[in-house]
């Protein structure tokens, strides 16, 4: 099955310092891949789409130059958090679109559990 | 406007009884529905998925789904369930080619022995 992968799993950071995650899709092109966030016991929130090699669609009300977001190849994108706030800890999840004929499914990284203290 | 709805956010059953979670979707476009499973620390598995065809669809893990367009639902089924089934599963609803996925809330399943 479609494999995606997610770097660092875990990461506790300072308040003020940034933060890269790394979403891979190991075994499938993807032109497109989601980030989420979510919160304890809850759904998840889509944060922003990123288009390989084009800008990111982000939802509202999500800050845009906070969560900036690269989809730099078929395989790879980052969300990097800047200036990280105790808010901004959360458990963020990606996803890669595989739309080879006759999918088109998403499938999820294991996540990636920040903590900014 | 899209939605879905997932009824029960919590259910308990014995292991070895037989299992259905419930997901109703509000969809304006030809759904492509999926159940996900999540557990503690992890990412969302996918269980399955139906694009067309045979209403009745498989999963892994010993699942299976049925979709029902005129109840607008896609419940979640398992005959036995084991005590690793104890997670949260989640219902999705998309379209081909669009971008959306829309979630529902979850529901966790407890699982005693």
């Known amino acids: 099955g479609a494999v995606v992968s997610q770097h660092p799993s875990w990461v506790i950071c300072k308040s003020g310092t940034s933060v890269k995650i790394e979403c891979r899709s190991l075994?499938?092109?993807?032109?497109?891949m989601f980030w989420y966030r979510q919160f304890p016991k809850q759904s998840l929130m889509l944060m922003a789409t990123s288009n390989e090699g084009s800008k990111a669609t982000y939802e509202q009300g999500v800050e845009k130059d906070k969560f900036l977001i690269n989809h730099a190849s078929l395989t790879l994108s980052t969300l990097t958090v800047t200036s990280a706030h105790p808010e901004d800890s959360s458990f963020y999840i990606c996803?890669?679109?595989?739309?080879?004929?006759?999918?088109?499914?998403?499938?999820f990284g294991p996540g990636t559990r920040l903590t900014v203290l | 406007a899209q939605s879905v709805t997932q009824p029960d956010i919590h259910i308990t059953v014995s292991e070895g009884a037989s299992l259905e979670l419930r997901c109703n979707y509000s969809y304006g476009a030809t759904p492509y529905l999926f159940w996900y499973v999540q557990s503690p620390g992890q990412g969302l598995q996918l269980l399955l998925k139906?694009?067309?065809?045979?209403?009745l669809v498989q999963g892994i893990k010993g699942f299976e789904a049925e979709f029902k367009r005129s109840q607008s639902s896609f419940n979640l089924r398992k005959p036995s369930v084991h005590w690793s089934d104890a997670a949260e599963y989640f219902c999705?609803?998309?379209?081909?080619?669009?971008?959306?996925?829309?979630f529902g809330t979850g529901t966790s399943l407890t699982v005693i022995p």
């Open positions: 075994d499938f092109q993807a032109t497109t």
């Open positions: 139906y694009f067309s065809g045979d209403t």
């Open positions: 996803s890669a679109r595989d739309t080879k004929p006759p999918t088109d499914t998403q499938y």
């Open positions: 999705a609803v998309g379209s081909f080619g669009g971008n959306q996925f829309y």
